[in-house]
């Protein structure tokens, strides 16, 4: 079956402009994550949805950056104004319900900020 | 303070060697995964680990939950092995990262 997708795969935006970024989990899977990973270093949660609960938005970095998951399945990422430092590839992820079980990547959005 | 420290940070071996990577947290879990990371940037699920231990294939992942630390173990390493391996911690509402081991298995 197909896996987890995002789009678009690349986003290059002017710094001050609002972007959103999408991902489709894999069909029946009630968990979707959002991490980013800035060049160079590691891995950063996001936020996470859990079926129809309310996000845990404590990984936020800014109030900049906000996330919905409509209908329990498609999700959006937007970044608000957005700066250089939010340059970084975006990684979203999909389980069957919420970890500990096992996470399905996407490809990521690379956004880069000039 | 990291809440989540692996080492080695890089790591080269021969084809074939037996490789260990460790991983120690300091925050309470409720599991532990192993992620892998290709070059290309493609991340892939390796384990999910709440106690003991788990094999799959060449992959072996063991947890002490007492002592707050793990290892991911690669039996005869190849270089299809080679990629960051990352450690990440779930306290049950937030994941904590280690900053990856950088793995290049040479034939």
């Known amino acids: 079956g197909a896996g987890v997708s995002q789009s678009p795969s690349n986003k290059v935006t002017e710094k001050g402009k609002d972007v959103e970024l999408r991902c489709d989990p894999i069909?029946?899977?009630?968990?979707l994550y959002w991490y980013r990973q800035s060049l160079g270093q590691g891995l950063e949660f996001l936020i996470y949805f859990q079926g129809n609960s309310a996000p845990d938005k404590s990984g936020l970095p800014s109030d900049r950056f906000s996330a919905e998951r409509t209908g329990g399945s498609v999700s959006t990422l937007t970044i608000q104004r957005t700066q250089q430092e939010d340059s970084a590839v975006y990684l979203c992820?999909?389980?069957?319900?919420?970890?500990?079980?096992?996470?399905?990547f996407g490809p990521g959005t690379r956004l880069t900020v000039t | 303070k990291n809440e989540v420290e692996q080492s080695p940070q890089n790591l080269t071996a021969q084809e074939g060697e037996f490789i260990t990577i460790n991983c120690s947290y300091s925050?309470?879990?409720?599991?532990l995964h192993w992620l892998q990371q290709h070059p290309g940037g493609g991340i892939v699920s390796l384990f999910m680990?709440?106690?003991g231990k788990k094999k799959h294939g060449r992959l072996i992942a063991t947890i002490n939950i007492q002592e707050k630390h793990s290892s991911l173990h690669i039996t005869a390493s190849h270089p299809r092995d080679s990629a960051v391996y990352i450690c990440?911690?779930?306290?049950?509402?937030?994941?904590?990262f280690g900053t990856g081991t950088s793995l290049t298995v040479i034939p």
């Open positions: 680990l709440s106690s």
């Open positions: 925050v309470g879990i409720s599991a």
């Open positions: 990440a911690a779930y306290t049950g509402n937030q994941f904590y």
């Open positions: 992820a999909s389980s069957l319900v919420g970890s500990p079980y096992e996470q399905y």
């Open positions: 069909s029946g899977h009630t968990a």
